[in-house]
């Protein structure tokens, strides 16, 4: 079981470290909802505790908040695959927009010969990594790994 955070005292001045905190709450919450074994929960409670006992700016904290976030999904997603909702769409979408956009563009201005159409490819490589992506959060979503924040 993973703790929650104690809010600070810049919670209520700052909008920006209130969302930062909502955010963490509701990642803490996600990943209790889950079974997840002692020494990750334990790891993720060591990167909180300083979030808890330092009393440091609202701009700093906030930061430190996104960066610990990111750090924890990155650690749950490598050690227990679990992933928030939306992660594979918004990874593939990129992606097929750079492996697959580009190169159709390339392919269709050369045929054409006019490289006006070089951003034609662009909606197709986004059509196919919206379509993998989807599919690869409905599999997670299927198996139990995906988390209740987006």
Known sequence: ??????????????????????????????LNSKAIPEGIA???????????????????CAARLKESRRSILRLVEKQLNLVPQKHHLKLWM????????????????LALKNFAFIGLGLPIGIGIGIAVGTKLD????????QLDLE
């Open 42 to 60: 334990a790891t993720i409670t060591q990167q909180l505790e300083p979030l808890n006992s330092l009393d440091i700016p609202d701009k700093q």
């Open 1 to 30: 079981m993973i703790p929650k955070l104690q809010p600070g005292k810049g919670i209520a001045q700052s909008k920006k470290l209130a969302e930062e905190f909502d955010r963490m709450q509701q990642l803490i919450d996600g």
């Open 94 to 109: 990129a992606l097929g927009m750079s492996a697959f956009g580009l190169p159709f563009g390339v392919v269709f201005s």
């Open 138 to 145: 409905e599999k997670a979503k299927a198996e139990g790994r």
